[in-house]
């Protein structure tokens, strides 16, 4: 099994802030990674998919990148609504989550 | 525009079979894969397995002993069935689906299966 490590676990900012979160995959997945938004009592929703590429509807604002085993989703500056959990998931060997990044108020 | 809905009863016995039912709508069923995926409360998500519209299917390894995915694209419906059920099983379900090339594009709105005596 693939197993992702997300980190930080925690990002505490501010709107207008930029975000970094990474995701860091236990062998190679190729660019086969994904990137969730989810908010409480909601389902997830894709924003990125092949490491790079935004799903549809999804703001310029973020962005995904890498390949093989480190990959990085990038908010370039935080909106009150991107205030929420990000999963990232790989489907290089069937499909594994990680464990999630809080992105916070500060 | 692709709607997801699952039904199903909210609370099963430890030891019997949990079923639910994704009713897909506004698009068809095939050329596509059909998936359940489980978070438990506070935690994070778990892929359970999926149907392609041809039938075919894929399962997560640590649950294939005790689940199936079933398709009835005359009712654009697929569903989902884990035997065996314990408090681990606990959790809210969600059917989403998945093109060729990407991710999981839709998702239902999550149904929240309970299992307890």
């Known amino acids: 099994e693939i197993v992702l490590t997300q980190s930080p676990a925690t990002l505490s900012l501010s709107p207008g802030e930029r975000a970094t979160l990474s995701c860091r995959a236990s062998q190679s997945v190729s660019t086969y990674l994904a990137w969730y938004q989810q908010k409480p009592g909601q389902a997830p929703r894709l924003l990125i998919y092949?490491?790079?590429n935004r799903a549809t509807g999804i703001p310029a604002r973020f962005s995904g990148s890498g390949s093989g085993t480190d990959f990085t989703l990038t908010i370039s500056s935080l909106e009150p609504e991107d205030f929420a959990v990000y999963y990232c998931q790989q489907r290089g060997t069937l499909f594994t989550f990680g464990p999630g990044t809080k992105v916070d108020i500060k | 525009q692709v709607q997801l809905q699952e039904s199903g009863p909210g609370l099963v016995k430890p030891s019997e079979t949990l079923s639910l039912t994704c009713t897909v709508s506004?698009?068809?069923?095939?050329?596509?894969?059909w998936n359940w995926i489980r978070q438990p409360p506070g935690k994070g998500l778990e892929w359970i397995g999926y149907i392609y519209s041809s039938g075919s299917t894929n399962y997560n390894p640590s649950l294939e002993s005790r689940v199936t995915i079933s398709v009835d694209t005359s009712k654009n419906q697929f569903s989902l069935r884990l035997g065996s059920v314990t408090a681990a099983d606990t959790a809210v379900y969600y059917c989403?689906?998945?093109?060729?090339?990407?991710?999981?594009?839709?998702w239902g709105q999550g149904t929240l299966v309970t299992v307890s005596s």
């Open positions: 506004g698009v068809s069923m095939s050329s596509s894969y």
């Open positions: 092949g490491a790079s």
């Open positions: 989403a689906r998945r093109k060729y090339g990407t991710d999981f594009d839709s």
